[in-house]
């Protein structure tokens, strides 16, 4: 049975970061080649294009011959790439590793994110970049510290990075995208979803909010359970709690 | 410097909530400008080609307006949709259904109530688009088929084309136009057009262009045109009645005996019908606020879902808007929506908050609107008062806003923050709207079964359900020893009412044992029933009153009370006021508690509820005949009801001379002027439809103003 093309965007979601093939979305939204199947195919399409303009979905991402598709804020990102950059790195040592090498290395979905990786791992200081004529090649920085005895950060806590707007950004498409497209996404399923502590969320919410790239909101026409009232941001001199955020020009 | 805010007597920043889509008159540059936008952009193909358009044009999907929370402007949006469509679109404003039964025939019923409304001086839109579908009829008849001796056709088609665009009948030409068009044998020719046409009006375009015929021709409320309407309402008509309009029996297609299936069946044929011919004139807007009234009620949810279905699939010429606090709507009405039906809905069109220049020009405007100058404006903004604002965030709800500018005014105008508004006074002020507004206090059979089913929940020991199987006792009230059956009726067809009468008595009969009564409520504008020559349905309705059933005749302050505790209701759901939906429902239990004992009191029919809105003890026996066409108010009177509202030459000019003088006065002392408080639902009706003067209705008093700018 054909499946209708409204659901597409949720089985997207529901996929995770396995994602959907478009072999997978055809077979279960066309069906099997017929005097409708080109119609269908067509409207698949333009679902899937128009799920794309509006930010819910990713895709589609080439891989061999296959054609991928993911939710917003799941599936390879330039962050995957960067973890996986910096591991083979770490693993080969002193033996430097130059950046065609390294390339070569990186296959499937993260492939297409592998510049945009380097850069990322560099900027983070998990690895060196060094230079011989043209030639690059990297280093872990775990690796020079053992060699070269440096002093490791004792015991302490390995610090997160402050959250920021672009942690925010795919979190909050993808929720915004599993409630139907409807802008205003509660603060305690933010928090949940970006596993990031609640003071550290309501810093960045209102930073943001003062910078017009979000808008916060109370939400005072339904009961809500306390744990979501508890997650929402109090501000002096509003008696409501702000419950739901939307990101501005989030299309 | 405080001189000028502390003389000011109302707040111009106290009105936060917009009651009545077309009043609004003013909105802030830019503000939802996208959304707004984006619901005229789905409209435009709609009204894009020439009349009539042929093939009517398919509706794009239904249109979702969502706020973040109250006080963004989703009704302040219509209200502004409405405007910029006045020329274009015939506007409905659909207050919720309460029987998921009968859902189109509310939504059938709220369209012509809008229809009839007439607006900017201009006809009726019912009037209009019944003289646009004729005249374009015309010119394809003469144009296509051709009219024996007749040379000058060509110029006819050109002039009634014209008379299409702009349908009304201004001068003698335009009316002696009528004249010809409405002519039986003309008729017959326009109802072919409109066949050929590809018109699907179900077989009935003799009917429907003889209706319009009705509209177009007879002078509002009389005979024929008034029939015209119960027709289109999806209503059986009397025999005579459909002589009148030169019926057949089978296009007198509503049944005196039909099942509530079988009303709303037709009622919605209605509706398409009414849509199908927008193609003549302009399409349809069908507007669903107040969405939250739904929340809880499933079967409600789901008849709504059914309906934007239908809009979708079979209604052209039209576009669905409706409107929802996003919280409600994603938790508490969508999970209990078929999915193929809310599958017929677009994304959502999210609105905004407002920020620092768009505050500045409402503050300016609603401070000139009370005439405060220049020097007052901007003592209004000194101290930073706007920036300080805005300080936190850099966008606030428009509700907000304005509630932090009657702080300030009150800063100003040192005046003490006013008590909170008593639940008592928040009702007092949507029953001084209510009563001020004639179309508000028409029959609204929603209302009727709101109060009765959710107000009613209160009595002790009863359980309150609705009854989908019956045809007209919807809603009962049942207790282990007796039960109260309501039904909702508008009309005055006898079968029909014969039909009610026999299945009280079958009710009363056949069900438990124990005590028994039915009531219809009737309410005072529409036809009095059971007329006294219903000579055929005077055994039924005997028998039934034997049984315990009651015509329940409200009086208007009953009407008004009843109406402006839903208004409350709604404003509680929707999170206009302080209080809460059961907060509100709470009190307006206690408040209408003597009228819901009397009712329930009185299901032993020995006793019968003694006030001047409760039943007549011996029914349609005392009511009086007035004229041979029942019961039903006369043109004249109407006319004489409409006059009513004028407080006469001397009295208009002693109330214009002190509001223009005083600028803005507590309306006791204009009605001490007058002679009485008596005159106070007169005075505020004259006021409503008076340009130059506005009355403002607060929790505390009402206040005249004298409108600088109308």
């Excluded at chain 1, 993911?70 to 973890?83: N, Q, V």
């Excluded at chain 2, 394809?140 to 110029?155: H, S």
Aim: neutral net charge; charged residues 25%; proline residues 6%.
């Amino acid at each position: 049975m054909i499946a209708k093309l409204d659901t597409v965007g949720a089985d997207i979601v529901g996929a995770g970061d396995v994602g959907l093939t478009l072999g997978q979305i055809r077979k279960k939204f066309v069906g099997k080649s017929g005097t409708k199947a080109k119609a269908r195919e067509a409207e698949m399409r333009e679902r899937l294009a128009s799920l794309v303009r509006e930010g819910a979905i990713r895709g589609p991402f080439k891989t061999g011959a296959s054609q991928l598709y993911f939710a917003a804020g799941r599936g390879p990102s330039i962050e995957t790439a960067s973890d996986t950059v910096a591991e083979f790195v770490f693993q080969s040592g002193v033996k430097l590793l130059s950046k065609a090498a390294l390339e070569k290395k990186i296959t499937g979905l993260n492939r297409r994110f592998f510049a945009d990786a380097i850069a990322d791992a560099v900027a983070k200081q998990t690895i060196m970049e060094l230079v011989q004529g043209r030639a690059r090649f990297y280093l872990h920085r775990d690796v020079a510290a053992e060699r070269f005895g440096f002093e490791v950060e004792g015991p302490t806590a390995p610090k997160k990075p402050a959250l920021t707007f672009a942690d925010l950004s795919p979190v909050y498409r993808r929720l915004k995208a599993e409630q139907g497209g409807f802008p205003a996404v509660k603060i305690f399923e933010l928090i949940r979803a970006l596993k990031a502590p609640k003071a550290e969320v309501h810093r960045l919410l209102i930073e943001e909010a003062n910078t017009g790239r979000v808008t916060i909101h109370p939400t005072t026409s339904v009961e809500l359970p306390p744990e979501v009232i508890d997650a929402g941001v109090r501000l002096p001199g509003f008696a409501e709690p702000f419950i739901t955020v939307v990101v501005k020009d989030d299309r | 410097m405080n001189r000028p805010f502390a003389s000011v007597r109302v707040n111009p920043f106290e009105n936060d909530v917009v009651r009545e889509p077309r009043e609004v008159s003013f909105s802030v540059t830019g503000l939802n400008d996208e959304a707004l936008n984006a619901l005229v952009g789905k409209f435009s193909p709609l009204d894009a080609d020439a009349r009539p358009r042929v093939p009517p044009a398919p509706p794009p999907k239904a249109q979702l307006v969502v706020s973040p929370d109250r006080g963004y402007g989703k009704s302040h949006l219509l209200g502004r949709l409405f405007a910029k469509l006045k020329q274009r679109a015939a506007t409905i404003y659909l207050r919720p259904f309460q029987d998921p039964n009968k859902a189109w025939q509310s939504i059938l019923h709220m369209t012509i109530q809008e229809l009839m409304r007439a607006t900017d001086g201009k006809p009726p839109q019912l009037e209009m688009l019944a003289v646009a579908v004729l005249a374009h009829l015309g010119a394809n008849f003469i144009g296509e088929e051709g009219v024996d001796n007749y040379a000058d056709a060509a110029r006819a088609v050109a002039f009634l084309r014209e008379l299409g665009a702009e349908p009304t009948l201004a001068g003698a030409q335009e009316r002696a136009w009528i004249e010809w068009l409405t002519d039986p044998e003309t008729l017959a020719g326009l109802a072919r057009r409109l066949r050929i046409g590809g018109f699907d009006l179900g077989q009935r375009e003799k009917a429907w262009v003889s209706a319009l015929a009705a509209l177009a021709r007879d002078e509002r409320y009389g005979e024929s045109w008034s029939a015209a309407v119960k027709w289109l309402r999806a209503e059986p008509l009397e025999p005579e009645e459909a002589q009148r309009l030169r019926l057949s029996q089978a296009d007198n297609d509503g049944q005196g005996d039909s099942s509530p299936q079988e009303i709303d069946a037709l009622s919605f044929r209605r509706l398409q019908g009414l849509c199908a011919l927008a193609s003549f004139h302009r399409p349809f807007v069908f507007c669903f606020d107040q969405t939250e009234f739904y929340v809880g009620d499933h079967a409600l949810i789901k008849a709504l879902g059914k309906c934007i279905e239908r809009l979708y699939v079979d209604l052209r010429n039209q576009l669905t808007v409706i409107t929802a606090n996003q919280a409600n709507w994603v938790d508490d009405i969508r999970p209990h929506m078929e999915q193929p039906h809310w599958a017929r809905i677009d994304r959502p069109i999210p609105l905004e908050g407002i920020r620092k220049e768009g505050a500045r020009e409402l503050v300016v405007e609603r401070l000139r609107r009370s005439d405060f100058d220049e020097q007052a404006i901007a003592a209004f903004f000194t101290d930073d008062w706007l920036e300080r604002v805005f300080e936190t965030l850099p966008e606030l709800a428009v509700r907000e806003l304005l509630m932090r500018a009657a702080e300030r005014f009150r800063t100003l105008a040192k005046r003490p923050e006013p008590p909170p508004a008593t639940i008592d006074a928040l009702f007092q002020v949507e029953l001084a709207a209510v009563r001020r507004e004639k179309a508000l206090q028409a029959y609204d059979q929603d209302s009727l079964m709101w109060f009765a089913r959710d107000v009613g929940r209160t009595l002790e020991g009863a359980s309150v359900e609705r009854t989908a199987s019956r045809r007209y006792f919807s809603l009962q009230w049942s207790w282990p020893d007796r039960r109260v059956c309501f039904a909702f009726e508008g009309g005055d067809h006898w079968k029909r009412w014969k039909s009610i009468a026999e299945e009280a008595s079958a009710l009363a009969d056949r069900g438990p044992k124990g005590a028994f009564a039915a009531y219809v409520f009737r309410t005072p504008d529409l036809p009095k029933v059971p007329r006294p020559s219903w000579k055929a349905s005077a055994p039924a309705l005997d028998g039934a009153r034997a049984r315990g059933f009651r015509i329940v005749e409200l009086t208007l302050d009953r009407v008004c009370e009843l109406h402006a505790a839903r208004e409350l209701y709604s404003n509680a759901l929707q999170g206009n006021i302080a209080f809460g939906g059961p907060e509100t429902l709470a009190w307006l239990q206690a408040r209408f508690a003597s009228f819901l004992k009397e009712l329930a009191g009185a299901s032993t029919p020995s006793e019968t509820p003694t006030r001047a809105d409760s039943p007549a003890p011996d029914g349609a026996k005392q009511v009086p005949a007035v004229g041979e066409r029942g019961l039903a108010p006369t043109q004249a009177e109407r006319k004489m009801a409409e006059e009513g509202d004028a407080l006469g030459p001397d009295d208009e000019r002693i109330v214009l001379a002190l509001v223009c003088e005083q600028k803005i006065v507590d309306i006791g002392v204009v009605l001490d002027r007058l002679g009485g408080v008596d005159r106070r639902d007169q005075l505020l009706r004259w006021v409503a439809r008076h340009p130059s003067l506005k009355a403002h209705s607060g929790p505390h008093n009402t206040w005249l103003q004298w409108r600088i700018a109308p």
